[in-house]
């Protein structure tokens, strides 16, 4: 199982804002770093700070 303090300590140590470095770091796949992630939020561990850009 993957320790959701050292996911924490790791954005904030490496300063990461991309999934993708996170996904380097934690030598895991996408689409389980995303659920990981999401259940954080969910957690109120993060906050989603994401921006979705207008596409047309």
Excluded at 30 to 56: F, P, S
Aim: net charge positive.
């Amino acid at each position: 199982m993957i320790d959701p303090n050292r996911i924490i300590l790791l954005l904030f140590q490496k300063n990461v804002e991309k999934v993708r470095d996170l996904i380097g770091i934690l030598g895991l796949k996408e689409t389980r770093t995303k659920k990981v992630l999401c259940a954080l939020v969910a957690e109120g561990k993060l906050i989603d700070g994401g921006v979705i850009k207008e596409k047309r």
